[in-house]
């Protein structure tokens, strides 16, 4: 039952470019949302988060932005560098009405920069 | 900056051994949880923990797993007796009260043989 879906399992980019990950969810009752990255043999690091009553948070070079009604999620990574080449997980939660806010992981997707 | 910490990073065990792993959340922390990741397949909810009991766990967490917070500052998750399909990268996680992410440990490879 995956109810939080990367379709890409990889993508590649130009050092400079736009990255641009994407991710939907099924289960509506989900209200906050993670991106994770990832480095083989390391934990999730965590970037970014956004609350469903946001459609947009921006840190630095990552923006994620959230279409509730479409149940879609993106990152975007504005310049890519190649040190951002990873795994980029999305993450949903819920966090209201006192749950324990587990997060439920998407399969990931490989971000390649390439210099 | 502060940091959750599990040990061992690598442990190879038999088949039907006991096997700990160890972590030491965040200290200002009040939720705790174990997911894993077998090789290749993403990361996946085990059991969390809150205010000494465990609030939910799935369907992976049988009663071969168990998990303890013993003296107020490790969180141990153990498995009684290894199967194959242990083999996994174990991850120890902690959350604040007062935001919603959760901060990860580099992990602890366990190899059941």
């Known amino acids: 039952d995956q109810q939080v879906k990367q379709n890409s399992p990889s993508l590649s980019v130009q050092e400079g470019r736009i990255s641009i990950l994407n991710c939907d969810y099924t289960n509506s009752m989900f209200d906050y949302f993670l991106w994770y990255k990832k480095y083989p043999a390391e934990g999730p690091t965590f970037l970014i988060s956004?609350?469903?009553?946001?459609d947009k948070n921006e840190d630095g070079r990552f923006t994620v932005f959230l279409n509730k009604s479409a149940k879609h999620l993106s990152l975007h990574i504005v310049p890519s560098q190649p040190g951002d080449s990873a795994v980029y997980f999305c993450?949903?939660?819920?966090?209201?009405?006192?749950?324990?806010?587990?997060?439920?992981f998407g399969k990931g997707t490989l971000l390649t920069v390439n210099p | 900056e502060p940091e959750v910490t599990q040990t061992p990073s690598h442990q190879v065990t038999q088949m039907g051994q006991e096997v700990i792993l160890r972590c030491v959340p965040i200290s200002n922390h009040l939720y705790f949880y174990w997911y894993r990741q077998i090789l290749g397949q993403k990361v996946e909810f085990l059991v969390s923990f809150y205010n000494n009991e465990i609030s939910e766990k799935s369907e992976i967490f049988d009663d071969q797993f168990s998990v303890e917070r013993p003296d107020g500052s490790n969180f141990t998750l153990k498995i009684r007796s290894t199967k194959l399909e242990d083999s996994a990268m174990y991850f120890c996680?902690?959350?604040?009260?007062?935001?919603?992410?959760?901060?990860f440990g580099e992990g602890s490879r366990l190899t059941v043989l």
């Open positions: 996680a902690s959350k604040t009260l007062y935001t919603g992410e959760l901060f």
């Open positions: 956004i609350s469903s009553i946001k």
């Open positions: 993450a949903a939660s819920i966090v209201s009405g006192g749950s324990n806010y587990k997060l439920t």
